[in-house]
Nanobody
């Protein structure tokens, strides 16, 4: 059974930082590219960032590349998203996703697995 579990969300003040985590079970982690998406209230889900199975390739949405950093630890089957200088507009449910193809993640197309999401709320 494949499972993606996010953690690390919460309420934070603007300017603060958070680190989100996502753990994949039921599949060989290093063979999957991983990604983060977010859905703000009243908006569609949007791509944030993706990382290849080896960690050597990353794709960032232009809106976050200066403040967000994706990483992964294949020995722990876990991916991370470090978010700095949080803004109220970062408030959203953050979802992790897994697919063998990083291009599928970057295009939000035909993605194999999704997590349930973790809430991030940034107060001004």
């Amino acid at each position: 059974q494949v499972q993606l579990v996010e953690s690390g969300g919460g309420l934070v003040q603007a300017g603060g930082s958070l680190r989100l985590s996502c753990t994949l079970s039921g599949r060989t982690f290093r063979t999957y590219a991983m990604g983060w998406f977010r859905q703000a209230p009243g908006k569609e889900r949007e791509f944030v960032v993706a990382i290849s199975g080896s960690g050597g390739t990353t794709y960032y949405a232009d809106s976050v590349k200066d403040r967000f950093t994706i990483s992964r630890d294949n020995s722990k089957n876990t991916m991370y998203l470090q978010i700095n200088s949080l803004k109220p507009e970062d408030t959203a449910v953050y979802y992790c996703a897994a697919d063998p193809d990083i291009v599928s993640l970057s295009k939000t197309s035909g993605i194999d697995y999704w997590g349930q999401g973790t809430h991030v709320t940034v107060s001004s």
